[in-house]
């Protein structure tokens, strides 16, 4: 497969793997946070870490959309399909995430709920168009990549004045999050999550650019590189943070200059921020409320804001007492110290948000890697 | 006085018509549906007994295998099949599987009120030609018809019977460490035509079902004389699922090559398209075999002799494993887990 092949090529990943283990310093240990969900599926898929040197550690980050995504605005959506009775359009992994009262948007269905998984934004606002009879909603979820889509559909229903769509808006911002794991007490107080740099978002970046990372690069002093999501991408990644480091630098350096620029997707950001505003503040999973995180609608498109035409109040909800999703995301657990993984806790039946999605930490263990606790 | 008048019947609309709830009630429209159309393409001996059940002679020595499998899927009619033939290679194969040489196939079709006659005749005929090429007969069948909505166009299931001679015989727990596992062809056509015909996701591709008929392939590789140890057709959750129920029955490991496995390019692109793994994609006319290591070589040999296995392909090898993983070396060098299908990966796929 041409543009795809390349990228996987199992010669050229052996050179990586040389230069990575003759350039990193055998006298010290390196610790990379891969952000992003796609980088740790891929890691998991391909085997990267296989081809690491021993004292290369990656540590997954929050950048899964699913996993971030807190139980109580699962719960709205629920209501909404089940209460209000609406049409609820959402993407494929979110219908198994857990909810409150062991309900999850795949079990309302079950329960009557019209819950529909669609592949894109277009795709729900044609099940609006066909069914003009009914309320649909769609739950928006994911970072910048899938934000300018959501907004595309929202000036849709408003220039055609579909009266019978609205979006669940549930977008979070990538920076913010990097930024409150690097404020943890954890990376800065107590050095309990050792971070010596970042591999950067893949998809996020082509929105927004790699200068949104500059700031708290050199602020934070952490390396920044900005790696597409096919495994050489990673090695190379990791070759240039372990430069960075060894030469003491904290740049926001670009590998995957295939598709990211330094200011990002101009056209994009504009429709983004015509539709979209800054909320105050945003419930995550594991980063608990962290002010000026995601988006909400803007005025202009109040009528086709969900949670404006629902009476659907959001209200928190802790997560299960035995998961640690919450550490997990914040890279202060890996998924193999949680008590509950791949006992009780497995794919077919999540207790936590990283076990649901492929690109979730859990998950991306449970599948690909559990045969090196076998060993 | 009136000699009463000869009946004229007037013959099922197979253009324009539509099934309505009478083809279902047990009268005159549902016998002429039956005589029209079911019997009249699957026509053998012992449907034409025209009873409520087929009387079969006494099988050849041996032990019987029997096997059942429901059809929805959707579409109806898909690149490369429909579900037609697809009721009876699935049926076919699932005996197949058991070493077993198949011979009657039972049907029953569940009918949506207002399904034109003439797909219905169209997915019969299809029927009767996958029927006739893979040496079954459809025996029995019933018919029932649900109002509109309450199903989606028509389901079919259907019974199949075969005899497998007394001795060692294809098993899922029979794989040691060691055997050989071998593969007859390309992963994931079938899902992959099926999801790309699906409308709603509006690509165009050229992938083609792979449904067919496997015990042709089957007693050529039984005329090897190899002892086969595990034959099993990966379905539906793909290869992956199929060597993990085979790992768990048997109580082994296996180590596969990601390089070895053969996947189309197309197929391979629209996979990675839609963020699927074509080693959990269904397949309708895939065999995977588990031999001893010194029987591999003929049976590969045999495999590609056949037109349904000129891609046939040694995958791997069995492994002494207490956690019964499938495990995989990645074509980038690494190693992963090959794990059971979580989900529901493409429903209503066959």
């Known amino acids: 497969m041409k543009f795809v092949d390349e990228f996987r090529d199992g010669t050229l990943a052996k050179g990586l793997a040389s230069a990575i283990s003759?350039?990193?310093?055998?006298?010290?240990?390196?610790?990379?946070?891969?952000?992003?969900?796609?980088?740790?599926?891929?890691?998991?898929?391909?085997?990267?870490?296989?081809?690491?040197?021993?004292?290369?550690?990656?540590?997954?980050?929050?950048?899964?959309?699913?996993?971030?995504?807190?139980?109580?605005?699962?719960?709205?959506?629920?209501?909404?399909?089940?209460?209000?009775?609406?049409?609820?359009?959402?993407?494929?992994?979110?219908?198994?995430?857990?909810?409150?009262?062991?309900?999850?948007?795949?079990?309302?269905?079950?329960?009557?709920?019209?819950?529909?998984?669609?592949?894109?934004?277009?795709?729900?606002?044609?099940?609006?168009?066909?069914?003009?009879?009914?309320?649909?909603?769609?739950?928006?979820?994911?970072?910048?990549?899938?934000?300018?889509?959501?907004?595309?559909?929202?000036?849709?229903?408003?220039?055609?004045?579909?009266?019978?769509?609205?979006?669940?808006?549930?977008?979070?911002?990538?920076?913010?999050?990097?930024?409150?794991?690097l404020e943890s007490p954890e990376v800065r107080q107590w050095g309990t999550v050792p971070l010596d740099g970042f591999i950067g978002p893949a998809h996020v970046s082509t929105i927004i650019g790699s200068r949104p990372y500059e700031n708290f690069a050199e602020e934070y002093r952490k390396p920044v590189v900005i790696a597409g999501f096919e495994p050489l991408d990673v090695m190379q990644a990791v070759l240039m943070l372990v430069r960075q480091v060894n030469d003491g630098r904290a740049e926001v350096e670009n590998e995957f200059t295939r598709a990211v620029t330094r200011e990002g997707n101009r056209k994009a950001q504009d429709l983004v921020a015509e539709v979209f505003e800054l909320r105050r503040e945003f419930e995550w999973r594991g980063l608990n409320v962290v002010p000026y995180s995601a988006l909400r609608i803007r005025n202009a498109y109040a009528p086709w804001d969900a949670e404006r035409r629902f009476p659907v109040g959001y209200r928190s909800v802790p997560d299960h007492k035995a998961c640690d999703c919450g550490a997990i995301l914040r890279g202060v657990k890996e998924p193999r110290d949680c008590k509950v993984f791949g006992t009780v806790c497995t794919p077919e039946n999540p207790i936590g948000s990283c076990m649901v999605s492929s690109e979730g930490a859990c998950a991306a263990y449970y599948t690909y890697g559990r045969y090196k606790d076998a060993a | 006085m009136n000699k009463p008048r000869k009946d004229y019947v007037r013959p099922l609309d197979l253009k324009h018509g539509r099934v309505d709830m009478t083809h279902g009630s047990g009268g005159r429209a549902m016998a002429q549906l039956i005589e029209e159309l079911f019997?009249?393409?699957?026509?053998?001996?012992?449907?034409?007994?025209?009873?409520?059940?087929?009387?079969?002679?006494?099988?050849?020595?041996?032990?019987?295998v029997m096997s059942c499998d429901g059809h929805v899927v959707s579409p109806l009619f898909f690149p490369g099949g429909d579900i037609g033939c697809l009721s009876i290679h699935g049926t076919v194969n699932d005996v197949a599987v058991m070493g077993a040489t198949p011979l009657w196939i039972a049907a029953g079709f569940i009918l949506e009120e207002g399904f034109p006659l003439a797909d219905l005749a169209r997915i019969v005929e299809s029927m009767a030609k996958a029927a006739r090429e893979a040496g079954v007969a459809v025996v029995t069948g019933d018919t029932k018809v649900v109002e509109q909505g309450k199903a989606d166009?028509?389901?079919?299931?259907?019974?199949?019977?075969?005899?497998?001679?007394?001795?060692?015989?294809?098993?899922?727990?029979?794989?040691?460490?060691?055997?050989?596992?071998?593969?007859?062809?390309?992963?994931?056509?079938?899902?992959?035509?099926?999801?790309?015909?699906?409308?709603?996701?509006?690509?165009?591709?050229?992938?083609?079902?792979?449904?067919?008929?496997?015990?042709?392939?089957?007693?050529?590789?039984?005329?090897?004389?190899?002892d086969l140890k595990v034959l099993r057709d990966p379905t539906r959750?793909?290869?992956?699922?199929?060597?993990?129920?085979?790992?768990?029955?048997?109580?082994?490991?296996?180590?596969?090559?990601?390089?070895?496995?053969?996947?189309?390019?197309?197929?391979?692109?629209?996979?990675?398209?839609?963020?699927?793994?074509?080693?959990?994609?269904?397949?309708?006319?895939?065999?995977?075999?588990?031999?001893?290591?010194?029987?591999?070589?003929?049976?590969?040999?045999?495999?590609?002799?056949?037109?349904?296995?000129?891609?046939?392909?040694?995958?791997?090898?069995?492994?002494?494993?207490?956690?019964?993983?499938?495990?995989?070396?990645?074509?980038?060098?690494?190693?992963?887990?090959?794990?059971?299908?979580?989900?529901?990966?493409?429903?209503?796929?066959?």
């Not at chain 2, 009873?51 to 006494?58: C, K, M, V």
């Not at chain 2, 790309?196 to 090897?224: C, K, Q, Y």
């Open chain 2, 39 to 64: 019997a009249r393409h699957l026509d053998n001996e012992w449907l034409r007994q025209g009873n409520d059940g087929a009387t079969l002679p006494a099988p050849p020595p041996g032990r019987l």
């Open chain 2, 153 to 226: 166009g028509v389901f079919i299931s259907t019974t199949g019977v075969g005899v497998v001679p007394e001795g060692p015989r294809p098993s899922g727990d029979r794989a040691r460490p060691g055997d050989a596992i071998l593969v007859s062809g390309s992963l994931g056509d079938h899902g992959m035509a099926i999801m790309a015909t699906r409308e709603h996701l509006g690509f165009d591709s050229p992938i083609v079902s792979d449904t067919a008929a496997l015990n042709g392939l089957i007693a050529a590789l039984s005329a090897t004389g190899a």
């Open chain 1, 22 to 181: 003759r350039e990193a310093n055998p006298g010290r240990r390196y610790s990379f946070m891969e952000f992003c969900g796609g980088h740790t599926h891929a890691i998991s898929r391909y085997g990267v870490s296989d081809l690491l040197p021993a004292n290369i550690r990656l540590v997954h980050g929050p950048g899964c959309p699913v996993c971030v995504l807190p139980v109580g605005r699962i719960d709205m959506a629920i209501r909404l399909a089940l209460e209000h009775r609406v049409i609820l359009c959402t993407y494929g992994d979110t219908l198994r995430v857990p909810a409150s009262d062991g309900l999850s948007l795949m079990k309302a269905k079950a329960r009557g709920g019209d819950i529909r998984m669609v592949y894109s934004t277009a795709d729900a606002l044609k099940v609006a168009r066909e069914n003009p009879d009914r309320q649909v909603v769609f739950l928006a979820i994911g970072f910048e990549t899938t934000t300018p889509p959501t907004a595309v559909v929202l000036k849709q229903a408003k220039a055609e004045a579909l009266a019978n769509f609205s979006v669940l808006c549930c977008h979070v911002l990538t920076p913010s999050a990097i930024v409150t794991i």
């Open chain 2, 237 to 350: 959750g793909g290869l992956a699922t199929t060597l993990n129920e085979i790992a768990r029955q048997s109580g082994v490991g296996m180590m596969i090559e990601e390089a070895a496995i053969p996947v189309k390019p197309p197929v391979a692109a629209a996979c990675e398209f839609l963020g699927l793994d074509p080693l959990y994609v269904a397949n309708e006319g895939k065999l995977v075999a588990i031999v001893a290591e010194a029987d591999a070589g003929r049976v590969l040999a045999a495999m590609r002799a056949h037109p349904l296995g000129t891609e046939a392909a040694r995958i791997g090898t069995v492994t002494e494993d207490d956690h019964h993983f499938v495990q995989m070396t990645t074509g980038f060098g690494g190693r992963r887990i090959v794990d059971w299908l979580t989900g529901e990966q493409l429903p209503r796929i066959c």
